[in-house]
């Protein structure tokens, strides 16, 4: 039951109904009911390790808040870890050494292993207090709306509303109910209208890249980026809308990468939840920048490597790591160099930075989007022979479907736009957007909802094309 | 509260008015090949109508014909070779999927376009026989053809009422039917919906749906004048094939129909299976060509001494 499932508004329309309907006290009940009907329509395989891990990092948490020295707290953490994120690394990295290998997974470990080990990480650290309640650790890690692909929540934001919602001091209210439908209407215009067109057309020149020609294979290879920034900002919009409606603020997951002037700053914008995850539980934990530059540029390497195999357990999602980890350690290397230049060229430098980060980013997911690291080198030497072949509009995808991407991402270009306008000046574009007349807004929503709504008829009668993130 | 609820609700309902609204313009050229693009409907042609509708069109036309020729896929592919050089034969063998209610009204068609008809022939392999209202090729087969050009009501009320549960009555309407065939988003929409809650379908080697009809037929045509003949399609000779016809005569015979069509099992045409395609249904066309289908119909003509002074020769 993913968002765009025809169940999917039925489900969501009751847990929200029953979720305020309910007495406060029993609305961690009900969410956590949703959470576990949601993953049980996964398989009961999906639920048993979602339940598995759930108990046994919420066990280890209390284990580790009671013990009385250091050591066994580390032995309560280190059991935690591996209960959670230590397992879901040890099984990439066996089906990458052991390929034909597959240990037991389950649909959005990826996201809620991650979500377990930093709330143990941070029971350890202090930054967090420990969750004696099963029952709000379990809606923690079961959180329908973002169970699936995140955004990977963190125990500091999520339990102090999770607290407030069920104390009755949180109540519904109309402007969060308003923002959360928009957001998810915009969630689904992402994905429905614009990553699964852009998709179909990126996944053909994939599949038959030894026939096109070099510029098409070069488009496809830049163009999977944004099919995939569609299609994760998407799911990331729709997690946030829903969360909204059921009276959670979570943080941003996307934060328009594309707008990004420096590889630091596109990590910074690009799958926020993860990369701070990282950031914090590795890199700094690494020892970060502190330690001086060949430290520095080691634990950017290992960073991005980790980044890599939690993708995927294949070489090409390690290569992607490894390249963005030399992009970042040269960029640390370069940065006073950079520095003198980043002032030049107001505006058009301003762009033409943007550029290069868009080339630089979209370049390394030409690799990510490879079934394998062959073929990723297989399709840049054959952009590199200029070789004639298939053309833009020979491979199943009319021209009219590929006119309406281009018109549709300009536009989402333009709203990115206009929402780093806005946030320059303090709001955002969900502010400025609401400030508009009745008389633009009324007519605007309707206009995405149909489009939604007709776009939505393409999933009708095939296999609807899965969000990306599920899959890790 | 209540009131953004209201204001909620009427956006849901102007958004969904407007989409019928894209519905209604996807009917509509230029729009109907943009939207089918847009939204991968364009698998869903009115391909299927247009084929039966030739067939409408067909045995509708004032000709000379006395005689009719229908059937399936394995008949047409026999007959339809000799189609253009029998002037008193109409040939218009389509496909099991129109179903035997679909054979029904196109012979209802002829005879009434052609009151002095003397013969209407039904040729077909078993599997016509259990061809029902299904979900799949049913709709744009057996209903919306025949809905689009106005017939249905010459079917009998119980088949009729199968119609209805099959597809919905508002849906077997000419204007739906025109408006499915001019719109894939229509079709491809409604067709979906069919897989969705599919209705209880008949099974069988003798449905009740084809029994009936072809009861229908035989009195349609003793009460028109017309003799009516139910000939066996070509077959291979293999054990499943052989285990088929045997299934169908018997529920022939537990339905009381044997002996008004024992000519169908009696004088089966069978070949060597090497004839065949891969499905073991249709003859290889790689090795059948004109002189070979003539030599089946031949044989076919001897065997019942029918389809008199059908020309098998253009020359």
Not at chain 1, 376 to 386: K, Y
Not at chain 2, 189 to 197: D, I
Request: hydrophobic letters at 50%.
């Amino acid at each position: 039951m993913t968002y765009y499932s025809l169940v999917f508004p039925l489900f969501f329309a009751l847990a929200v109904l029953v979720f305020w309907l309910v007495p406060p006290k029993a609305r961690g009940a009900v969410l956590l009911a949703a959470g576990v009907l949601y993953m049980a329509s996964f398989g009961a395989v999906s639920l048993a390790v979602l339940a598995g891990v759930t108990l046994l990092t919420w066990a280890w948490g209390l284990g580790l808040a009671a013990a009385n020295t250091t050591a066994t707290r580390r032995v309560f953490l280190v059991l935690g870890l591996l209960s959670s994120a230590g397992y879901l690394f040890a099984r990439k990295a066996v089906e990458l050494a052991a390929p034909g290998v597959t240990l037991l997974t389950a649909t959005g470990l990826a996201f809620y292993a991650l979500q377990s080990a930093s709330y143990l990480a941070d029971v350890y650290t202090g930054k967090c207090q420990v969750q004696k309640s099963f029952l709000k650790y379990a809606v923690y890690t079961s959180f329908f709306p973002r169970v699936l692909s995140g955004p990977i929540g963190r125990a500091e934001e999520f339990f102090p509303q999770l607290e407030a919602l069920c104390a009755g001091q949180r109540q519904c209210e109309v402007s969060e109910l308003r923002r959360g439908l928009i957001t998810m209407l915009g969630g689904w215009a992402e994905k429905l209208v614009l990553a699964n067109l852009l998709t179909a057309w990126v996944n053909a020149v994939y599949a038959q890249w030894t026939e096109c020609s070099a510029p098409v294979v070069l488009v496809g290879g830049l163009f999977f980026g944004f099919s995939l920034y569609f299609d994760f900002a998407g799911y990331s919009h729709l997690a946030l809308g829903a969360s909204r409606v059921l009276g959670f603020a979570l943080a941003p997951n996307f934060r328009r990468p594309y707008f990004a002037q420096t590889l630091g700053e596109f990590w910074q914008r690009w799958h926020i939840s993860l990369s701070s995850w990282l950031r914090d539980y590795i890199y700094i934990p690494l020892g970060g920048s502190r330690r001086g530059t060949p430290r520095r540029v080691f634990n950017l390497l290992v960073t991005f490597l980790v980044s890599g195999l939690w993708h995927g357990s294949g070489w090409q999602y390690l290569f992607w790591g490894l390249l963005h980890g030399l992009m970042q350690s040269i960029g640390a290397l370069t940065k006073p160099l950079r520095r003198r230049f980043s002032v030049w060229g107001g505006t058009a430098g301003v762009w033409a930075r943007r550029l290069i980060i868009t080339l630089c980013a979209n370049g390394a997911f030409l690799f990510f989007g490879a079934p394998s690291l062959a073929q990723g080198f297989g399709m840049v030497g054959r952009i590199a022979s200029g070789a004639p072949g298939l053309g833009f509009l020979d491979l199943g995808v009319s021209g009219t479907e590929l006119a309406f991407v281009v018109l549709a991402m300009v536009v989402a270009f333009s709203l990115d736009l206009v929402a780093e306008k806005a946030e320059t000046a303090g709001s955002c574009l969900y502010d400025r957007f609401i400030a508009l007349p009745g008389a633009v807004r009324v007519p605007a929503l309707l206009v995405l909802a149909v489009t939604v709504l007709v776009f939505a008829c393409r999933l009708v009668g095939a296999d609807a094309a899965a969000f990306y993130y599920a899959q890790f | 509260m209540k009131a953004f609820l209201l204001r909620l609700a009427a956006l849901v309902l102007a958004a969904l008015v407007l989409f019928c609204g894209v519905l209604g313009l996807s009917a509509f050229a230029p729009f109907s090949e943009i939207f089918a693009k847009l939204t991968g409907s364009t698998d869903y042609s009115a391909s299927a109508s247009e084929e039966i509708g030739g067939h409408i069109a067909n045995v509708q036309a004032a000709d000379g014909a006395a005689a009719l020729i229908l059937g399936d896929s394995v008949c047409w592919q026999v007959f339809d070779p000799f189609s253009l050089c029998n002037t008193a034969y109409r040939i218009d063998g389509s496909n099991r999927a129109v179903t035997i209610a679909g054979q029904y009204l196109l012979a209802k068609v002829f005879l009434d376009a052609h009151p002095g008809a003397t013969d209407v022939y039904l040729i077909v392999t078993p599997e016509s026989f259990s061809a029902g209202f299904d979900a799949g090729y049913g709709y744009q087969y057996a209903a919306a053809p025949f809905a689009a050009a106005g017939l249905l009501g010459g079917l009998d009320e119980t088949t009729r009422a199968e119609l209805n549960a099959a597809y919905g009555a508002p849906f077997l309407t000419g204007r739906f039917a025109r408006w499915a065939d001019a719109s894939p988003l229509v079709k491809k929409l409604y067709l979906n919906a069919l897989e969705l809650a599919p209705a209880q379908e008949s099974a069988g080697p003798l449905v009740p749906l084809a029994a009936r009809n072809l009861q229908n037929l035989a009195a349609l045509c003793a009460e028109q004048g017309a003799a009516f003949h139910l000939l066996c399609a070509p077959l291979a000779d293999t054990e499943a094939r052989r285990s088929t016809m045997a299934a169908l005569e018997a529920a022939f015979r537990e339905q009381g129909l044997y002996d008004s069509y024992s000519a169908y099992f009696t004088e089966t045409p069978w070949y060597d299976p090497g004839l065949f395609g891969e499905d073991g249904i249709h003859f290889d066309n790689t090795v059948a060509d004109m002189e070979f289908y003539a030599s089946v119909v031949q044989d076919i003509q001897t065997a019942t001494g029918l389809l008199d002074g059908l020309v098998l020769s253009y020359d």
